[in-house]
């Protein structure tokens, strides 16, 4: 059974910092480019950041660049989203994607910043 299972979403204060974990099962983690996408209120969802099987080229939506870091451990079969300096307008539920053969989402994660 497939599965890709977000954590570490939460309510942070303005300028402060979150750490998203995605723990995949059920599939060849290594096979697959991850990314993290997300979906505010009223809004499409969006592209953040991805990252290839290696690890290596991450790549960023501009409103993140500077202030996110997405890696992967595939020994853990996982990927991370290290976010910094947070705003109100990152406030959105959190989805992390694998995508290879197939496209496989997560459940998602809410974060919300707000003082």
């Known amino acids: 059974q497939v599965q890709l299972v977000e954590s570490g979403g939460g309510l942070v204060q303005p300028g402060g910092s979150l750490r998203l974990s995605c723990t995949a099962s059920g599939f060849t983690f290594s096979n697959y480019a991850m990314s993290w996408y997300r979906q505010a209120p009223g809004k499409e969802r969006e592209l953040v950041a991805s990252i290839t099987r290696a690890g290596n080229r991450p790549n960023y939506a501009d409103p993140v660049k500077g202030r996110f870091t997405i890696s992967r451990d595939n020994a853990k079969n996982t990927v991370y989203l290290q976010m910094n300096s947070l705003k109100p307008e990152d406030t959105a539920v959190y989805y992390c994607?694998?995508?290879?053969?197939?496209?496989?989402w997560g459940q998602g994660t809410q974060v919300t910043v707000s003082s």
């Open positions: 994607n694998g995508l290879g053969p197939y496209s496989y």
